[in-house]
């Protein structure tokens, strides 16, 4: 071969590698550009059960990430439990409904600030034949010092969430000590759902959110037998975790999740949840 021809083909190689890199390149550029290959942005959320077994996140949050490729990835367990999560620096935002532990989550140091974001209300649920006597009562620590008197059976979620933290409050407003010594309050350690199943299946009464309420299917014999006590007010508030305590903490999506919940976007999104035409939670985040 002559040094013209092996010069050529030397030529037409390194010619066809350079286009072969180029169109491998291209390739590459072009999956890492696919939303479904570029990794995707992604926080943690501890929240209460509530939230999520009312169907409201199912809602709301495939609505957030296509407005902002944002994934939300729910850790869904009792308030105290999620903002136990938070302290750990586990989760990236905390959103609850506890008041008090919240503001307390805040002097801490565990966050900067609190943000409301909405409200429903607890409900007094128990069975039809009403052994306590309270259908129609309007004031819940009535209801409770009844139910005490008549030795009825309560289930209580015995879980540190935001709706026992609110049970165990309005014991202590009626001046009733309780505990698992007596032998009618029964203490479940689980979420809403679980404890409403128990409650169905015992006949029983039990203080529940009513969002939860609504989608619950096994309702056997239960009822709503007190209801409209501003005392039942369900406030919910978010927080980011705060990241000067937790480096990990993705503040800036975390805070982008926030801000939509408190957007008009966000709040009408939450109002305009309905389940069987009734809406579930009420929007009411300060401007």
Avoid: C
């Avoid at 959103?95 to 801490?108: C, G, I, L």
């Amino acid at each position: 071969m002559t040094d013209t021809n092996l010069t050529y083909k030397k030529s037409k190689i390194m010619k066809f590698s350079i286009n072969h890199l180029f169109a491998i390149a291209s390739a590459l550029i072009s999956l890492l550009s696919n939303p479904a290959y570029a990794q995707e942005k992604s926080i943690v959320v501890s929240s209460t059960t509530s939230t999520e077994q009312s169907g409201l996140f199912e809602f709301i949050l495939p609505i957030f990430r296509m407005k902002t490729g944002i994934e939300v990835k729910v850790v869904a367990v009792g308030t105290g439990q999620a903002l136990d999560i938070g302290r750990r620096g586990d989760a990236d935002v905390v959103f609850v409904h506890d008041k008090p532990a919240e503001e307390k989550f805040v002097s801490e140091g565990f966050a900067t600030k609190r943000n409301e974001i909405m409200y429903n209300d607890f409900i007094l649920i128990g069975p039809k034949s009403d052994p306590a006597r309270i259908v129609g009562g309007k004031d819940i620590q009535v209801a409770f010092q009844k139910i005490a008197d008549a030795g009825a059976t309560f289930i209580s979620r015995g879980d540190k969430s935001g709706t026992n933290a609110a049970e165990l409050r309005y014991w202590k407003g009626a001046g009733i000590e309780v505990n698992q010594t007596k032998s009618w309050y029964k203490e479940t350690g689980s979420g809403m759902g679980p404890a409403l199943n128990t409650a169905s299946a015992m006949n029983g009464y039990i203080l529940s959110d009513r969002a939860t309420w609504l989608t619950f299917k096994n309702r056997g014999d239960l009822i709503i037998l007190v209801q409209g006590d501003p005392k039942l007010f369900n406030q919910y508030g978010v927080m980011l975790v705060n990241p000067a305590k937790f480096p990990s903490v993705k503040r800036v999506d975390g805070q982008a999740f926030i801000d939509w919940l408190v957007s008009k976007n966000g709040q009408d999104v939450i109002a305009n949840y309905q389940v069987g035409g009734e809406q579930l939670f009420f929007p009411n985040a300060k401007k």
